[in-house]
């Protein structure tokens, strides 16, 4: 939001200061640090939420950003919500930033609750909408038992559209996507979204596909279609920036259980065709190379926020992670 950079997620830091997990990054001479965000007296509760599908919403093509997206997510009592939030920027005071939440409605198919999913905002014929597909979810209730209450499933393959106006969602069920997909990487471009990687439950699988989304926006009935690219790199939970408007990178994430991916891959964009190419590295330090997990977000204009577990040797710090940023701004990898 703005030039700001914000953390969500975070179970409170403690509750009493941060009941929504929301917290403004403060990256001066090398030191992070995490402040509460304030929110205006009219906002709803955002409870903090784990693995939650945000994008970033602006009214025209190429405008400015005016609003975050927050749907769905793991909140601390284990439960999965289906909420839909929008949050904006209030007008500062004192030179203090507040956020405004409000709950949006939504009407027709509505997305059942989930984690691990995707949203993209596209634009066709002078119109927005936004694009939700894959995700998580607890098993039906009927077919719980006290032995499996807590296992997930792949949400069915359907790709939703919202109309954000209006709060109208419909779905569509495209033959090209017969898997449940979760923490995949997304990215849109004009009326395209693309899906790359992920990991299915329902046959632990890591597909080697990029499926096009394709939008359309008449004045009647929505279109949408899907045609599916052969990629050949397979990941999950990886992160996506973006360097330019046709260009993004993809860094991060697993090649499969136990295995982190260290190699990254630019992403190239035009109206016909996508072009995935290997690109230079960073020069990983020891502790990311052999720290077994690894988390983080896009903080916009190319760069990454990284953030690994600290191990046994490093227990007398007062900080329990590593945190990196990692710059692909000037097309340099720079950690």
């Not at 409170?12 to 205006?40: E, I, Q, Y």
């Not at 807590?150 to 954000?164: M, R, S």
Request: glycine share 8%; with cysteine.
């Amino acid at each position: 939001i703005s030039s700001h950079v914000f953390y969500l997620g975070q179970k409170g830091w403690p509750k009493r200061s941060c009941p929504t997990g929301v917290f403004l990054l403060d990256l001066k001479n090398n030191d992070l640090k995490l402040r509460p965000a304030t929110f205006t007296n009219d906002s709803c509760y955002l409870p903090p939420l784990r693995h939650p599908a945000v994008c970033s919403f602006s009214a025209s093509q190429g405008g400015e950003i005016t609003q975050y997206l927050i749907h769905g997510g793991k909140t601390p009592n284990n439960e999965i919500s289906h909420k839909l939030y929008i949050m904006t920027m209030a007008f500062p005071v004192n030179k203090r930033f507040s956020l405004c939440c409000s709950e949006k409605d939504l009407a027709g198919d509505i997305p059942e609750a989930r984690y691990g999913h995707s949203m993209n905002v596209v634009f066709s014929r002078g119109k927005n909408a936004v694009v939700m597909f894959g995700g998580r979810s607890y098993m039906p209730l009927n077919q719980r038992t006290t032995e499996n209450w807590n296992n997930v499933i792949d949400c069915e393959p359907l790709v939703y559209l919202i109309d954000l106006q209006f709060g109208c969602s419909t779905s569509f069920n495209l033959r090209e996507l017969q898997d449940g997909l979760s923490f995949h990487v997304s990215l849109a471009r004009n009326d395209t979204v693309y899906i790359f990687g992920g990991h299915s439950l329902g046959n632990n699988f890591r597909p080697p596909n990029v499926y096009k989304i394709k939008v359309d926006l008449p004045l009647g009935s929505p279109a949408v279609s899907c045609t599916v690219i052969n990629s050949k790199i397979s990941f999950s939970s990886s992160i996506v920036t973006q360097t330019s408007p046709d260009e993004f990178v993809i860094v991060g994430g697993y090649e499969s259980d136990s295995q982190k991916r260290l190699i990254c891959n630019g992403v190239f964009l035009d109206d016909e065709t996508i072009d995935i190419q290997e690109i230079e590295t960073p020069d990983w330090t020891g502790e990311i190379k052999h720290s077994k997990t690894w988390f983080g977000a896009d903080m916009g204009k190319g760069a990454v926020l990284f953030g690994i577990p600290v191990d046994n040797k490093h227990q007398s710090t007062d900080c329990s992670f590593f945190f990196y940023v990692l710059n692909f701004g000037d097309n340099d990898p720079a950690l």
